[in-house]
């Protein structure tokens, strides 16, 4: 939409957004300040991927070890995809980061290592989907796209009183930002708006006195900021049951590699007894031996339900050789092993109950 089409509300909302982001952006490792030189196209990919379902104050520290240790998207395709799993671990939704690799992959060995600019070609992407390809593009090239995350969503249906509940309300919403996003600057403008809804416009009481555009905002007006976006009912999560298997010998402990797909595929962990999403596992372990159980050690909590996890402890003499992917891993560096969360949290369990 063409700045002479935009409604006065509109239009003064990109003007006073805007005005705010040049004095109170956000530093961030893979930005540029406003209105500087468009940033690393491969930071905004990573950055954006890395930013999915997880916070900005999580993902800094991910985002400069990765950049530190493959500075090229053509580094990090060259790179093992064990070694970039094990990178993300504590990350969480770990299919995140095996498109990663996947996309990497594709930009270097098809597209000479350099990523494309226009959102359209950008969706070709392994693992890219809508909002992540109209980031970049806004981002990274400077293409007017229509950049809605969790924050702008918010921000929006606020402005607009949007009362259509989610996910049908998703329409409306992106129809809103494409209403206020400028045709020059859409980059630094979802940015800007990223940070409005992550510093002042935030879900549980949003900071309604510093707003610059408390006065254009239909949801401020009717006294009524929390009820927007509207979220339809939570459904009760399934609880599902797993048991982990602690195999330790010599100062060593075994470590499995997950199946290549499905939950946390390709990734390290303690040997389990098959639990899944959809089942309970079947608590039965993975060698003859004698085995002291201690129930409910952790509780974890995923997008669509939560497990209960037993330990099951290997007390018997008998020495266990390595069975498959089955990998001995030294304790004292088990930091290193690249666990995800779930089973990070079981072996620290086991650590701290020795003590």
């Not at 990497?104 to 809508?130: C, H, N, R, W």
């Amino acid at each position: 939409m063409a700045v002479d089409s935009f409604s006065a509300k509109a239009r003064k909302i990109s003007a006073n957004i805007g005005a705010h982001y040049v004095d109170n952006a956000r530093i961030l490792p893979w930005r540029s300040s406003p209105g500087g030189n468009l940033p690393d196209p491969y930071h905004v990919w990573l950055s954006e991927v890395m930013l999915q379902q997880t916070t900005v104050g999580a993902v800094k520290s991910y985002f400069e070890k990765f950049t530190r240790r493959w500075p090229t998207v053509q580094d990090l395709a060259r790179a093992e995809e064990a070694d970039v799993l094990a990178a993300w671990a504590g990350l969480g939704y770990y299919a995140r980061a095996r498109n990663l690799y996947k996309c990497a992959l594709y930009v270097t060995e098809k597209m000479d290592g350099i990523f494309p600019q226009k959102e359209s070609e950008l969706l070709l992407l392994p693992g890219v989907g809508a909002y992540t390809a109209a980031a970049i593009a806004a981002i990274a090239f400077g293409e007017r796209a229509v950049v809605v995350d969790a924050n702008i969503e918010r921000l929006v249906a606020r402005l607009f009183a949007i009362d259509t509940p989610l996910p049908k309300g998703k329409a409306e919403i992106r129809s809103a930002m494409d209403a206020i996003t400028p045709d020059h600057a859409a980059g630094d403008f979802a940015q800007a708006c990223m940070d409005l809804g992550a510093t002042i416009c935030t879900s549980k009481g949003p900071k309604c006195g510093i707003c610059p555009v408390q006065k254009q905002c239909a949801a401020f007006a009717g006294g009524e900021m929390e009820r927007y976006p509207v979220k339809p009912p939570k459904k009760a999560k399934p609880v599902r049951r797993a048991r982990f298997f602690w195999i330790e010998q010599q100062d060593r402990i075994l470590l499995a590699t997950r199946p290549p797909k499905g939950m946390l595929g390709g990734m390290r962990g303690l040997p389990d007894d098959g639990w899944a999403a959809g089942n309970d596992g079947h608590a039965t372990p993975p060698i003859a031996g004698e085995w002291q159980v201690h129930d409910n050690i952790v509780q974890h909590s995923f997008t669509h339900f939560s497990l209960q996890v037993d330990l099951a402890v290997y007390q018997d003499g008998k020495m266990v050789t390595n069975k498959g992917d089955n990998i001995w891993w030294p304790l004292d560096n088990i930091a290193e092993a690249g666990l995800p969360t779930l089973y990070a949290k079981a072996v620290d369990w086991k650590l701290k109950e020795e003590k």
